[in-house]
């Protein structure tokens, strides 16, 4: 399966299918909406207290990924036993796209209902993903990780720009076909879902699996498969944790993600809705900036590829950290549509390459024969990660009224994380791989 053409298009596809729902729905439509169409400016009581629709939204997005970190593992576990990884994926993707498809149902007032459908669309959205990073070492040799992880990215931010900007164009254009606003913010988020479904057929096709299973350790083979395998996904992912142990710098390189990787989420997650609120910029402001970002990233994610072939993977991502410090601060000081744009511009060019880079720099540090096992670990850290900065911004929002305040708090992520990966040995962690191999600890 080394890299095969067919199976790597089809993998890349998946980003072009998925991408359009974290672009259009969790980063652009959904915060505004959810913010001036579902809550309002009276805000959402909640145990005696007042929440903004700012600080909700960032409680939900953390909640999600505490969802995830939950039962990430797990499944990743048990998808190496029984070599499933693809129908994890395709099951995440369809499950995902049809929660997104029905947050067209949500109108003002329905805070609830918007609720459980962005957590349930965001949780298969990131479970999926488990499954399709896990498929990076088996579908690309070590020497072109870097390249065929970029070349992941940027197909996600092509297809993700495609379908944003037809999205863009029914929000802009409402008048002339005839709806509300709100209405064709509701059929964009429909539409996103369709597209999420539709070009996964492409990865069901194209994309191979070695679908070779190992036998079920005579212990649980009287117990019901499912539960069979709930139990050995348990037992292995303790295993896991046992075996990261052996792995130190992995171990050191996992932290260091776990901390700048909440940053970066917290930006994006929290840029369309803090444009409104403290910027007072237009939806279409906002949604044409995000467009831009996604433009941008496209050549980001290639340009910090072949910046990574120069000078290392581990580089190029502390380059990316040292310009998201950047990004942060001038968030913090920029008080214009302009200034967002440009603003846009830089994360569009980071956002790409950290991404990429870090995914194909952890996957050339695990055993092949536990890619799911150790992305599913991966996926825990990174979203046990991901809860805490967006709740800290929702904190902070919350108690100072002002979302600069929280938008600079972010970065700190930044610098640690930088701090932490100067100390991650690249060749150490390669060797640290060789040894599980042979000695299958």
Same mark, same amino acid.
């Given at each position: 399966?080394?890299?095969?053409k067919?199976?790597?298009f089809?993998?890349?596809?998946?980003d072009?299918?998925?991408?359009?729902?974290i672009?259009?729905?969790?980063?652009?439509?959904?915060?505004?909406?959810?913010?001036?169409?579902? +809550?309002?400016?009276?805000?959402?009581?909640l145990?005696? =207290?007042?929440?903004?629709?700012?600080?909700?939204?960032?409680?939900?997005?953390?909640?999600?990924?505490?969802? +995830?970190? =939950?039962?990430?593992?797990?499944?990743?576990?048990?998808?190496?036993?029984?070599?499933?990884?693809?129908?994890?994926?395709?099951?995440?993707?369809?499950?995902? $796209?049809?929660?997104?498809? =029905?947050?067209?149902?949500?109108?003002?007032?329905?805070?609830?209902?918007a609720?459980?459908?962005? +957590?349930?669309?965001?949780?298969?959205?990131?479970?999926?993903?488990?499954?399709?990073?896990?498929?990076?070492?088996?579908?690309?040799?070590?020497?072109?990780?870097?390249?065929?992880?970029?070349?992941?990215?940027?197909?996600?931010?092509?297809?993700?720009?495609?379908?944003?900007?037809?999205?863009?164009?029914?929000?802009? /254009?409402?008048d002339?076909?005839?709806?509300?606003?709100?209405?064709?913010?509701?059929?964009?988020?429909?539409?996103?879902?369709?597209?999420?479904?539709?070009?996964?057929?492409?990865p069901?096709?194209?994309?191979?699996?070695?679908?070779?299973?190992?036998?079920?350790? !005579?212990?649980?083979?009287n117990?019901?498969?499912?539960?069979?395998?709930?139990?050995?996904?348990?037992?292995?992912? *303790?295993?896991?944790?046992?075996?990261?142990?052996h792995?130190?710098?992995?171990?050191?390189f996992?932290?260091?993600? /776990?901390?700048?990787?909440?940053?970066?989420?917290?930006?994006?997650?929290?840029?369309?809705?803090?444009?409104?609120d !403290?910027l007072?910029? !237009?939806?279409?402001?906002?949604?044409?900036?995000?467009?831009?970002?996604?433009?941008?990233?496209?050549?980001?994610?290639?340009?910090?590829?072949?910046?990574?072939?120069?000078?290392?993977?581990?580089?190029?991502?502390?380059?990316?950290?040292?310009?998201? $410090?950047?990004?942060?601060?001038?968030g913090? =000081?920029?008080?214009?549509?302009?200034?967002?744009?440009?603003?846009?511009?830089?994360?569009?060019?980071?956002?790409?390459?950290?991404?990429?880079?870090?995914?194909?720099?952890?996957?050339? /540090?695990?055993?092949?024969?536990?890619?799911a096992?150790?992305?599913?670990?991966?996926?825990?850290?990174?979203?046990?990660?991901?809860?805490?900065?967006?709740?800290?911004?929702?904190?902070?929002?919350?108690?100072?009224?002002?979302?600069?305040?929280?938008? *600079?708090?972010?970065?700190?992520?930044?610098?640690?994380?930088l701090?932490?990966?100067?100390?991650?040995?690249?060749?150490?962690?390669?060797?640290?791989?060789?040894?599980?191999?042979?000695?299958?600890?």
């Amino acid at each position: 399966m080394k890299n095969d053409k067919k199976s790597i298009f089809g993998w890349c596809m998946y980003d072009w299918a998925n991408s359009a729902y974290i672009t259009t729905v969790h980063a652009a439509l959904l915060p505004i909406y959810f913010k001036d169409g579902i +809550v309002g400016e009276k805000g959402v009581d909640l145990f005696g =207290l007042t929440f903004s629709a700012t600080a909700l939204w960032g409680f939900m997005v953390g909640g999600a990924a505490l969802i +995830v970190f =939950l039962f990430a593992p797990v499944l990743g576990a048990v998808a190496d036993f029984s070599s499933a990884k693809k129908r994890f994926l395709i099951g995440f993707a369809y499950f995902g $796209s049809f929660f997104a498809t =029905l947050l067209f149902l949500c109108k003002p007032g329905d805070v609830w209902l918007a609720v459980t459908l962005y +957590v349930s669309s965001q949780v298969c959205f990131v479970g999926g993903n488990v499954f399709y990073d896990a498929f990076l070492p088996h579908l690309a040799s070590e020497d072109k990780l870097d390249s065929i992880s970029a070349r992941g990215y940027a197909f996600g931010y092509v297809g993700g720009s495609l379908q944003f900007g037809i999205s863009l164009m029914i929000v802009a /254009m409402h008048d002339t076909f005839g709806i509300s606003q709100p209405m064709a913010v509701r059929i964009s988020m429909a539409m996103t879902g369709i597209w999420w479904a539709g070009w996964t057929i492409i990865p069901l096709i194209l994309l191979r699996e070695d679908r070779t299973k190992q036998p079920l350790p !005579e212990i649980y083979r009287n117990q019901p498969k499912p539960l069979a395998y709930l139990s050995l996904g348990i037992n292995r992912t *303790i295993t896991t944790a046992k075996k990261v142990g052996h792995f130190k710098h992995l171990s050191l390189f996992v932290i260091a993600y /776990m901390v700048y990787n909440d940053g970066a989420h917290t930006v994006t997650s929290m840029a369309a809705i803090y444009g409104e609120d !403290e910027l007072g910029l !237009e939806p279409t402001q906002l949604m044409i900036t995000l467009l831009l970002v996604q433009v941008v990233a496209i050549g980001g994610a290639l340009i910090f590829g072949k910046l990574a072939n120069h000078i290392g993977a581990k580089q190029a991502v502390m380059v990316s950290l040292v310009l998201w $410090s950047g990004v942060v601060i001038y968030g913090y =000081l920029i008080h214009s549509a302009t200034e967002f744009f440009i603003l846009g511009m830089v994360v569009g060019l980071v956002l790409g390459g950290t991404q990429a880079l870090s995914r194909s720099f952890y996957g050339a /540090m695990i055993p092949e024969q536990a890619s799911a096992e150790f992305y599913g670990f991966f996926s825990v850290f990174s979203k046990f990660s991901a809860i805490w900065g967006p709740f800290i911004f929702g904190f902070i929002r919350q108690i100072t009224g002002t979302s600069r305040l929280a938008i *600079i708090s972010i970065m700190v992520f930044f610098i640690g994380g930088l701090v932490l990966l100067a100390f991650v040995n690249e060749e150490k962690a390669k060797a640290e791989k060789l040894a599980y191999n042979v000695s299958n600890i």
